[in-house]
């Protein structure tokens, strides 16, 4: 019985563990000097309590070392290896799940190795990979002998160190790359290892060089694995120094960049087609020239320096000699010279005149006149016909070569027209704000400039006078009174001739008072005709006071009876319809009848308790004056057209 309970308890172990699975990653990258994790990851069906974890490090050559180790008793890190002071292991449960995470600090070379994990008696595994990236690729020259030949030499070196795994090397020239079979080259490669692990890998470019490879750009190029994959790297680009002989030399105008002119600077360049370029000498016309290096100088140049410039070339490498030449052209143009065919540039009014313009050049030429900024002709002659004083003034004569813009000059000439006056316009009238003053205006051109004199009839005086001249123009200006019709002459007189010029001037026609009423009212503002009408009213309301004065007086006696005493003097005020109704007569009309006594109905009428016969008299027997009675009537009426205007506005 006790060997068949054995058996049953085997057998149920062997079924848990057969239902335990470890899992690890087929490979863990780091860099050199950093924190590597390595995770194991188990699981079961049921995890109960703690299981037995061990970590081994497996070297290249199969070797196992325990490292760690960890049951539900005791955890412990194995002394005397080499990860003793640098690892951790840390562990996590989540269900039927389970982790252990393995730590290596300070990561180094031989890091790189297998590390097995066991979970009880199940076991994973997977590689540790340690990466280093190279250093920068470092260029070196070799000791090469610079002159083209038939064999290779030694061009440069291509080194690169701190890499890990080795990395290798490759040559490339104008972006291709370099191969032994195609490109005559040959590469010496070696790779070593330091203490630490890491790789110097150096490669050595030998190759027979031609003179197409002087401006060739040469590189290495460095191939590394790191984490990630495959990684390349560039050294810098450098070039290969080669020296030939020179077979040809040029010599050529360096600046400026177009045909030379006086007064330029002058860059004359010579170059040749090896290397390094050779020793340069200049002559002009078999004069020796200054030299800087490879050309020479020359200042503001004139028409002398026209002529044949001569390189001569002296090889470094075969001292060899070589000649090339330029002829050199120094364009020019001279003065401008304006003729007018006479002695003096002094003309007649009316004359014809030709100007000439001319200036020597090197170049063809074309010719411009301008006269105030206006192009006047296109050619070396300008005719001016019939001349008039507008003709007067300065002419301008430009000469430019096409062919070279900036090769230009010009001159000028004034032109000066003499004669007799000239009027410009017949006499001018200008009205002024004063009520009878005008002035007067004559303008006259001439040359020299003449004298203005005015004569006026009606003996009229000259109030001022105002004088304006230019070159060949005066203008006068005289204020006078436009009283009566005034005859007025201007008449201009030079050492040449005279002219004269004659107007009538008619008096200035004031407006009368009615006039400027009746205009101010018809162009005023509504203001302006309150205050018309205002002014009425004012001095109707003092005739009307008069004429009661006058009447009051009359009637204490104080003013002798006329003969009309059958007039009444006071009349009835009438109401508004009474004035409506009348309005179709005028009210001229209106104050005629007031004023000429017409009949009126007997309700107009007033009576006098004195005067019950319609006859009133004085105490002295007289009747009241006519004309007082009349102007008390035309009083009151006026005073009723008014009320009645001012209802109507």
Request: aromatic share 6%; glycine share 6%.
């Amino acid at each position: 019985m006790g060997l068949l309970a054995l058996t049953g308890l085997y057998v149920l172990v062997f079924q848990a563990w057969a239902q335990l699975e470890v899992s690890m990653e087929d490979r863990v990258e780091v860099l050199l000097g950093n924190v590597a994790e390595i995770p194991c990851i188990y699981s079961m069906s049921q995890l109960n309590g703690s299981l037995l974890v061990q970590w081994f490090a497996r070297s290249p050559s199969g070797n196992e070392v325990k490292i760690y180790y960890k049951d539900k008793v005791v955890e412990v890190v194995s002394m005397g290896t080499d990860y003793s002071e640098r690892i951790n292991v840390s562990h996590a449960v989540d269900g039927t799940v389970g982790s252990s995470i393995l730590t290596i600090n300070d990561v180094r070379v031989k890091d790189e190795q297998e590390f097995v994990c066991q979970v009880q008696r199940n076991t994973s595994h997977t590689k540790l990979l340690v990466f280093s990236t190279p250093s920068v690729p470092h260029i070196e020259l070799g000791s090469y002998t610079p002159t083209v030949n038939l064999k290779r030499e030694e061009i440069a070196s291509c080194e690169v160190n701190n890499a890990y795994p080795a990395p290798n090397i490759t040559w490339y020239k104008n972006r291709l790359l370099l191969q032994s079979s195609v490109n005559n080259m040959e590469l010496e490669k070696t790779v070593t290892q330091n203490p630490s692990g890491l790789f110097i890998a150096r490669s050595t470019l030998f190759l027979q060089v031609e003179k197409a490879d002087e401006d060739a750009e040469f590189y290495c190029e460095v191939s590394y694995f790191t984490i990630g994959g495959l990684h390349m790297m560039e050294s810098q680009i450098f070039h290969v120094e080669l020296h030939y002989s020179t077979t040809k030399v040029t010599i050529s105008v360096d600046s400026p960049h177009r045909l030379v002119k006086e007064g330029d600077r002058v860059k004359i360049r010579c170059k040749g087609n090896g290397n390094p370029q050779p020793i340069f000498s200049f002559q002009h016309n078999s004069r020796s020239l200054n030299v800087e290096l490879d050309h020479v100088v020359l200042d503001n140049v004139t028409r002398a320096h026209s002529g044949l410039y001569k390189c001569t070339s002296l090889d470094q490498v075969d001292f060899s000699e070589l000649t090339d030449s330029l002829e050199l052209m120094v364009h020019y143009l001279d003065p401008v010279v304006i003729t007018s065919g006479g002695s003096s540039d002094m003309l007649d009014l009316g004359q014809h005149v030709s100007l000439t313009c001319n200036a020597l050049s090197s170049l063809p030429t074309n010719t411009t006149w301008y006269k105030d900024g206006t192009v006047l002709e296109e050619g070396h002659i300008l005719n001016l016909l019939n001349l008039s004083y507008d003709m007067a003034g300065t002419y301008v004569c430009e000469v430019h070569a096409p062919s070279l813009a900036e090769l230009k000059r010009q001159n000028s000439l004034n032109i000066t027209v003499r004669g007799k006056p000239v009027m410009v316009e017949e006499v001018a009238m200008i009205s002024l704000d004063a009520e009878d003053s005008v002035n007067l205006t004559c303008s006259v051109k001439g040359h020299p400039i003449p004298d203005i004199q005015w004569n006026l009839s009606d003996n009229q005086t000259i109030l001022g006078e105002r004088i304006t001249m230019t070159d060949y123009t005066i203008v006068s200006v005289i204020t006078i009174r436009a009283t009566s019709l005034v005859n007025a002459s201007c008449v201009a007189t030079n050492e040449l001739g005279s002219a004269q010029a004659f107007s009538d001037i008619k008096p200035i026609q004031k407006p009368t008072a009615t006039t400027a009423i009746i205009i101010t009212s018809t162009r005023s503002t509504k203001e302006g005709n309150g205050v018309v009408i205002a002014v009425i009213i004012i001095l109707i309301l003092l005739l009307a006071i008069l004429g009661s004065v006058l009447y009051f007086l009359y009637k204490k006696g104080k003013i002798p009876c006329g003969r009309s005493g059958k007039q009444d003097l006071m009349k009835e005020k009438s109401s508004k319809d009474d004035v409506e109704m009348k309005n179709s007569r005028s009210e001229e009309a209106v104050l005629l009848q007031g004023v000429n006594g017409g009949k009126r109905s007997p309700s107009d009428q007033v009576g006098n308790p004195a005067c019950p016969h319609d006859t009133c008299t004085c105490s002295t027997g007289q009747q009241p004056p006519e004309n007082l009675h009349h102007l008390v009537i035309h009083s009151q009426t006026s005073l009723k057209v008014t009320e009645h205007r001012v209802q109507r506005l």
